[in-house]
Each structure stands twice: as structure tokens, then as C-alpha cells.
């Protein structure tokens, strides 16, 4: 039960990890430079974007939750099983940052979460 609820929180926060510093680079805008000066005015709007810096967060939440998961369970469960964030950042991308997928993408998608189930497999 404990490490079904731990995969759940490492998937979770992870998948929110992602789409979240997504959406702050986004707002943030492209970095096409390599000038200094505009570097460090780009690395300032990182640090001072919420979505970012809550990204930065759930993604560190997910770590620590991972290695504590691994200091008693198999990794060679704890790691295709939390997989599955795969499946949630692409639903995330198109729910929350109104991202298209294609189907090619979707069918990736579902490739996972069919080699997830087999890993699973007693």
C-alpha cells in the first residue's frame, strides 16, 4: 500500500514538474542568445517565474520521493512503473497548455502504458 501511494506522489509531481516549468519557459519566452548580459537577464525572469519555481518544486518533491521509494523497493519495479509520467506530461501538455498532439505522439503514448502493464506482469 505505502509504495503504491509513493508511486503515486513520484507520478504526480513529477507530471506537474514538467508541465509547469513548461508553461514558465514559455511565459519567460525563448532563449536564442548566448550574450552574457541577456543570459543573466533570462536566468532572472526563470527565477522570479511562480510557474517555474513550482515546477522546480513538484520536480524536487518527485526526487526526493523517488529515492526514498528505492532505499526499500525494487527498482526494477519503482522505475517502469513511474513511467507512467510519460502518459500524464502528455496529457498535461494538452490539457493545461493547450498543446496538439498527434496521433503518431498518442500511439507512443500508448506503447508506454502497454510496456508498463508487461513490466508489472508478476
Not at 7 to 18: E, F, K, R, T, Y
Request: charged share 10%; proline share 2%; glycine share 8%.
Amino acid at each position: 500500500m505505502m509504495t503504491a501511494i509513493m508511486v503515486v506522489i513520484i507520478v504526480l509531481s513529477n507530471a506537474a514538474g514538467d508541465v509547469l516549468i513548461s508553461k514558465g519557459m514559455k511565459q519567460v519566452g525563448e532563449v536564442s542568445t548566448v550574450n552574457l548580459r541577456e543570459l543573466w537577464l533570462i536566468g532572472k525572469r526563470v527565477l522570479t517565474n511562480g510557474s517555474f519555481l513550482l515546477g522546480v518544486l513538484c520536480l524536487a518533491v518527485s526526487f526526493f520521493s523517488f529515492i526514498y521509494v528505492l532505499s526499500w523497493a525494487d527498482m526494477s519495479f519503482i522505475v517502469p512503473v513511474t513511467s507512467v509520467v510519460y502518459v500524464l506530461s502528455v496529457l498535461g501538455a494538452k490539457v493545461f497548455l493547450k498543446e496538439e498532439i498527434s496521433r503518431m505522439r498518442w500511439l507512443g503514448t500508448l506503447f508506454v502504458c502497454l510496456g508498463v502493464a508487461v513490466i508489472c506482469l508478476p
